[in-house]
């Protein structure tokens, strides 16, 4: 006999204390009565045989009274028939086949005679909590992502960025399984009466186990798990399998090959998300933003990959507790150190060389990690002619951390990354002047660096209250010095200039994770941030000439941010808000302008100034981000997403190619935070046996208040920046399929985008607008991207790279007639980004040989060559025309035009 | 050797294109301080391909001017036309701070207008030296406005022109300063004519498009800096101060409202 429906919650509203007493009551009697008639039925069959997976309690019962006499009673409102449970019984008895069913399931039950009464167990029995933290046996790093799962009841938790997992569950026994993409999965049972830590160690899959790897999900793309639809992770290793550019693995390049991501060309600085310009993308490098990423104008990232874990790209669903920049965010954490040994790492290269040292300075409780990279063609520089023997060109970065695991509760890391480009240029005419005197030698020191330095500490309040604090600076400057009369100035002059520029940063970062329960997580905390703009100051030497200081730009940004994560069974989202207030500071004017005219420096009418610390413009805006994802079964996951973000910092460049010293610029009085708003979509599939996971993913996002430029903008060095800017709105839509392959001798994927991004000017002042105010495409406006990403295993010591990029030709403005001004010809232009260049495409391959020494010794060696572009592909970066004897000619550039072999050794010991 | 590598394996080529040609308005003059005709020109553009010009020559055009208490008034509009040349029949006097503008309408009614423009004080040449070196121009650059100018040299040998330049510059780095200079490197020559032309806005942005599309296209020097144009911002419509009234766009060319000052050195 069941009790289906015994109450409802209305009806139950409905009745007093004393009524619900009575109706305690009479249950009891009814179920007493119940007892003493079935007490006189015998047993005829106990015996249960169920082969059941992940099935509705309801439907076991069912079965287990069809092969047995036994008959269950249990109240709906207590227990949830719908639960899904695993039970695989061979002519079992009924207690052992109800103790295998019900174990790890919160359900406890009673034998009366040939009755089963089931009860919840969890208003018995206490909860207690599982932390802990998963980490690298070989090398103590922190394993961020890490899955936890408890068998039998699909609940689970995952490590956050910092490692660290919290989960809780009823009183019990369970089995707990730790897992991480690499690495050797680990079982642990677990007698939950107390709460607990396990800080367990994952051992990595290794050549060793190659029939292991070949068959396990050491490089599972699977998006199945994760809420968020648009999440790309990529780990070093990965990114060290890509055919390189000279040999040298870089980020940038790595981040190319995924799907939504294009560049306006080969070999230049950023790169542009699903329609956004590359100052949309936050940068972070141990959460410390970059301003520049790149090195020698845009050919190199300056991410080190040696010094890197791993990083993760934000392009669809971002979570709240990132924010500042409109379309994307990409996430790179460095390695900690290793906290066992002494480690090192490195490639020899023919342009670079890079080198790693980690170890403990106290095993397993202080650790730390070096890591430098520099480039050394300027080297052979003197063996050269007297013209260049002088000059220097490199670049270098230096990446080092120091983690401190101070106790259980509290982690303390340190870290800072340099880098630097260096170009000085020496011109020195080794001939002499008519009179006999020496030519004046004339010298262009250029550099630019960036400089992060983060402080982070890891406290756990509870078992459920993790927190991290980070304080973080960040500095970008470049400098020009010049002595001559050609230095690239703004104007030519003989005196000596020095010039400087830079964007500074003061970040304080609280940020709690409370972790509710074992389906709920939530995350809240505070991004605070000082900025400080220096656009311009130049120091001249000479007379006639003044010393520029445009006023320093501040600025102050506080956003606290809220993200809830809940999990049912087959439904899970992730909401968040993040509230951002921006304010533009003094002291600095602000130039007015008359209402009646378009925004130059003629129609300046006066300024307001502001002193210290004053606001001089502040903004306010709310940014919800909300993603949900639908089991359709454990292989196949349904996502939806909205996300709002707001920028209140913008890069000021209308070059092809982002320059080193463009300009960063906040918002203020005229220049107003830029909004993207984001609608996505997601499909993705994991094969019945995991070796191919399929993403599909569409999305449409709105820009507004995109920073453009007037015709003809003229940005060096320019005071009243806003005379040259624009407001513009935008549009981007957008599908990518990606199909990932991650078992076998042959693994890698293909995708394919299709994009379309397009803006237009709006400015009050319709003669002003660009393409008369109609949309045109973007600069890096693709419609079609295809990329093929392959790695094959030739052997135990032989692997095989190769990428195939497919793109359609960029935007470009052409020549279409002429004119005579002054006697010259002059050129008229079609409408801005009207024409395109034509396709691109590239195929690079690679090859690593692994060299086996002494086994016995700790030295690993593997040479990496290859070539890149290897088939000559001449992809046009740029057209240009030119018109002389009244012809005109085009052209298109090339920025690598030929095959670049290259070659490294890269050890380990 | 990076460089090296790059300069080898980077690459240029010449490839067709195809044109899609539409044909615009030119229109462009000059009003300096003093007495002296004006003269205004009109074109229709032609495709890249053609090389006959297509000057217009039935538009009417207008001048006006206002003084400095906003009262309106027509300065001309009687002009000789030839070959797409309007010529006021009279000569004109242009008063430093009054303001002046054109309205040219077509044939087919499309009207045009150039911005009211101020006409700016005189920036005298306050001296022109030369050493083995360089040619500097020095001037007064007044501190309450924002400058921009047009320079003009012109080098003499035996009074035999040898070479001549024009230059211009806003006054970022020397606002203010009673001994702003200019300076190119020397040509040679015993004597130096200069000029400075004390502009407005509109004509700079003018002035700076056309010179920055001299320079990268008609020129060609800057094939030998950025061969790619890789640094380049996207090419600039030869824009200035003159507006399409009948459609409201900017229209090509300009009308330059300017004070003109010269000097004359031997050395």
Redesign the interface.
């Given at each position: 006999m069941k009790i289906k429906q015994f109450a409802t919650a209305v009806w139950l509203k409905k009745c007093s204390k004393k009524n619900i007493l009575l109706m305690k009551l009479s249950l009891s009697l009814f179920l007493l009565g119940c007892f003493q008639l079935v007490a006189l039925t015998g047993f005829s069959q106990n015996k249960v045989t169920l082969e059941l997976k992940n099935t509705a309690l309801a439907a076991i019962i069912q079965q287990i009274e069809n092969q047995t006499s036994y008959q269950f009673i249990y109240n709906n409102d207590e227990i949830d028939s719908n639960e899904k449970l695993n039970i695989t019984v061979f002519n079992e008895d009924i207690k052992n086949t109800l103790n295998k069913l019900f174990l790890n399931s919160g359900i406890l039950y009673i034998l009366k005679k040939n009755h089963i009464i089931l009860s919840n167990k969890e208003e018995k029995q206490q909860k207690f909590t599982l932390r802990g933290s998963i980490k690298d046996a070989a090398t103590g790093e922190t394993l961020l992502g890490a899955n936890i799962i408890i068998q039998n009841i699909n609940k689970g938790a995952v490590t956050n960025e910092y490692g660290f997992y919290s989960i809780t569950l009823t009183e019990g026994n369970y089995i707990v399984h730790y897992s991480y993409i690499g690495y050797a999965s680990k079982e642990v049972p677990l007698e939950l009466k107390e709460n607990k830590t396990f800080n367990i160690e994952l051992t990595p899959s290794t050549n060793k186990l190659d029939e292991v790897v070949l068959t396990s999900d050491t490089r599972s793309k699977s998006q199945v798990a994760t809420i968020l639809s648009g999440v790309i992770t990529l780990k070093t290793k990965e990114i060290k399998q890509l055919p390189s550019f000279l040999g040298e693995p870089d980020i940038t390049r790595a981040i190319l090959t995924q799907p939504g991501v294009t560049s306006t060309g080969e070999g230049t600085s950023g790169f542009n998300v699903r329609g956004g310009n590359i100052d949309q993308n936050l940068v972070l490098l141990d959460e410390a933003p970059l301003y520049n990423s790149s090195h020698l104008w845009g050919l190199f990232s300056v991410f080190n990959a040696d010094a890197i874990k791993d990083l993760k790209l934000y392009k669809g669903g971002i979570p709240a507790r990132y924010g500042g920049k409109g379309s994307s965010v990409l996430d790179i954490r460095q390695k900690e150190g290793n906290s066992k040994e002494f480690k090192g790492e490195g490639g020899l290269g023919l342009l670079f060389s890079r080198l790693t040292l980690e170890g403990p300075l106290k095993k397993e409780k202080l650790s730390f990690l070096m890591s430098g990279r520099r480039s050394y063609f300027d080297l052979f520089f003197p063996l050269g002619s007297a013209e260049i023997k002088d000059n220097k060109l490199y670049f270098y970065d230096l990446n080092t951390k120091l983690s401190w695991d101070i106790n259980e509760n509290n982690k303390l890391y340190a870290s800072g990354y340099f880098g630097a480009d260096v170009m000085k240029l020496s011109f020195k005419d080794e001939e002499l002047d008519e009179n006999g005197n020496p030519p004046p030698e004339e010298i262009i020191d250029f550099r630019w660096n960036n400089a992060t330095a983060t402080v982070r500490w890891n406290h756990i309040f509870s078992n459920k209250l993790f927190m991290n604090v980070s304080a973080i600076y960040s500095l970008y400057n470049y400098a020009l010095n010049s002595k001559n009369d050609t230095g690239g100035g703004p104007v030519n002059t003989s005196g000596s200039f020095n010039w400087k520029s830079s964007v500074e940063n003061w970040i304080f970062k609280p940020d709690f994770t409370f972790y509710a329960d074992p389906s709920t997580k939530m995350r809240f905390g505070l991004n605070a941030t000082l900025f400080k703009f220096t656009p311009a100051k130049i120091v001249t030497a000479g007379e006639g000439f003044n010393n520029v200081n445009f006023d320093p730009e501040n600025a102050i940004e506080a956003a606290p941010y809220i993200e809830i994560e809940k999990k049912w069974d087959r439904f899970s989202f992730n909401a968040g808000l993040r509230y951002s207030w921006f304010a533009n500071i003094g002291e600095g004017n602000v130039a007015l302008y008359s209402a009646d005219f378009p925004r130059t420096v003629s129609t300046i009418t006066g300024s307001n100034s502001y002193k210290k610390g004053e606001i001089i413009k502040s903004y306010s805006r709310f940014e919800p981000r909300f993603s949900m994802k639908y089991d359709l079964n454990d292989r196949k996951a349904f996502k939806l997403g909205y996300n709002r973000m707001f920028q209140y910092v913008h890069l000021i460049s209308n070059t092809s190619a982002a320059l080193p010293f463009d300009v960063w610029k906040p918002s203020g009085t005229y220049v107003k935070p830029l909004e993207v708003n984001q609608i996505s979509m997601g499909y993705a599939y994991d094969t019945p046996d995991k070796a191919y996971n399929l993403s599909l993913e569409a999305y449409y996002k709105t820009f507004d208040n995109i920073v453009e430029y007037k015709n003809g903008a003229d940005l060096f060095v320019t005071e009243n920046i806003e005379t040259q800017l624009l407001n513009a709105k935008g549009y981007a839509y957008g599908a990518e399929i990606a199909l990932y392959k991650n078992r076998g001798k042959l693994t890698g994927n293909i995708n394919y985008t299709y994009s379309v991004s397009e803006r237009k000017t709006q400015s009050a002042f319709a003669s002003e607008n660009i393409n008369n105010g109609n949309y045109y495409p973007s600069n890096f406006d693709r419609p079609h991207l295809l990329n093929l990403v392959t790695n094959y295993k030739l052997g135990k010591k032989w692997e095989l790279g190769l990428f195939f990029t497919y793109q359609t030709g960029r935007p470009a403005t052409k020549p279409t007639g002429r004119l005579i001004f002054d006697g010259n010809p002059y050129l008229t232009y079609s409408t801005r980004n009207s024409y395109r260049l034509s396709d691109v495409h590239r195929m690079d391959l690679s090859f690593t040989y692994k060299l086996t020494g002494n086994p016995d010794s700790k030295w690993q060696g593997s040479w990496n060559f290859g070539v890149y572009n290897i088939y000559g592909r001449k992809n046009a970066f740029s057209q240009f025309s030119t018109f002389e004897n009244n012809v005109l000619k085009t052209a298109q550039f090339s920025v690598i035009g030929a095959p670049i072999p290259f070659i490294t050794y890269n050890f380990k010991f | 050797?990076?460089?090296t590598?790059?300069v080898?394996?980077?690459?240029?080529?010449?490839?067709?294109?195809?044109?899609?040609?539409?044909?615009?308005i030119?229109i462009?003059g000059i009003l300096v301080d003093g007495i002296n005709k004006i003269t205004v020109k009109i074109?229709q553009?032609?495709?890249?391909?053609?090389?006959e010009?297509n000057p217009i020559n039935d538009a009417s055009v207008t001048l006006y001017t206002k003084d400095p208490s906003g009262i309106e008034s027509i300065l001309s509009n009687s002009f000789t036309i030839n070959n797409g040349e309007y010529t006021t029949t009279e000569t004109v006097t242009a008063i430093i701070g009054h303001s002046y503008w054109i309205e040219v309408v077509l044939k087919d009614g499309t009207e045009f207008r150039s911005d009211q423009e101020i006409l700016k004080p005189n920036i005298p040449v306050k001296k022109i030296t030369m050493d083995?070196?360089?040619t500097r121009i020095?001037f007064n650059d007044p501190e309450q406005d924002?400058n921009f100018y047009l320079l003009h040299y012109a080098f003499y040998e035996n009074d035999n022109f040898i070479y001549d330049t024009w230059e211009l510059?806003n006054d970022?780095?020397?606002?203010?300063?009673v001994?702003?200079?200019?300076?190119?490197?020397d040509v040679g020559g015993d004597s130096v004519f200069a000029s400075i032309q004390n502009l407005?806005?509109?004509t700079y942005?003018f002035y700076?498009?056309?010179f920055?599309?001299?320079e990268?296209?008609?020129g060609?020097s800057a094939?030998d800096t950025d061969?790619?144009?890789?640094?380049?911002?996207?090419?600039?419509?030869?824009?200035g101060n003159i507006?399409?009234i009948t459609?409201?766009?900017?229209a090509?060319g300009f009308f330059g409202v300017f004070s003109y000052e010269f000097k004359i050195t031997k050395f």
């Open positions: - | 050797m990076l460089c590598i790059l080898l394996n980077s690459c240029t080529k010449s490839i067709p294109v195809e044109n899609n040609f539409e044909p615009q030119f462009h074109q553009t032609v495709a890249v391909t053609e090389l010009l083995s070196n360089f020095i924002i510059t970022v780095l020397f606002n203010g300063n001994n702003a200079y200019y300076e190119i490197a407005n806005f509109n942005q700076l498009n056309s920055a599309q001299y990268n296209q008609i060609n094939e061969p790619g144009q890789l640094f380049l911002p996207p090419p600039a419509h030869l824009h507006r399409n459609k409201d766009t900017k090509l």
